[in-house]
């Protein structure tokens, strides 16, 4: 799931700024769980923008569990709102970048031959696992999961200086150097590890990154999943 927050309310009036009529768009997916584009946000927005004098064309929620960055569902939902799409002055994409550039492209240009403004409301921060109220980043999306060697605990990710050989000489009580607050993650390894009873992997030394997994942009094609 990617965490997210919405974007102050300032700085998505000053994209709208000389845009009357607007479309919006949430999603039915990591926006609705982190509170920046479901269906409650978006009916929020819509009031807000209604305030200013904004004319809201269209407020669309997907409903939980429906992606905007799915091209299948967001095809068939924001089909529905051509004509509104087609008469607005710009949109507002109460979702992940993913879901904003799916839409500008993969919809809108490509579907409906239609170039608009859009906007995104919300700022994701990263992959992140947990809830229902606190979640974590946990996984950077490296390209080649490495944590069978590091006890299921991602040192890119866990340890402040993302170091495969740790740990560096800075923790202090089993906390990091960079962040007292947090647990050194390779304090956590090696306890895990010992736990596991194959401390003697500590000493293995770990390959340099193979950072090529990660050139952008990535793509990845499979079979389609089967629409009910
Ligand atoms: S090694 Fe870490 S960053 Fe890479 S895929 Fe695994 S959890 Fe994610
Ligand atoms: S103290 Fe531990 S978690 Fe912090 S940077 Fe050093 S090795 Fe990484």
Redesign the pocket.
Known sequence: MIGQTQKPIDEILEYLEGKEKVVLVGCGGCATVFHTGGETEVKEMAEKLSETGKQVLAAIAPPFGEFTYYVPWSKSRLSRYRKEIEESDAILMLSRGDGLQVVRELILEEEFEITKPIYPATNPIG?MGGGPTLFKE??????????GK?AGI????QCAKGLLNGPCGGYKNGKCEVDPERDCAWVKIYERLEALGILEKIAEIAKPKDWSKMTRPRQIEVAPLEMK
């Open positions: 992959h946990k996984c950077q999306q490296c390209g080649e999961c490495e944590l590091f991602c040192p890119l990710t």
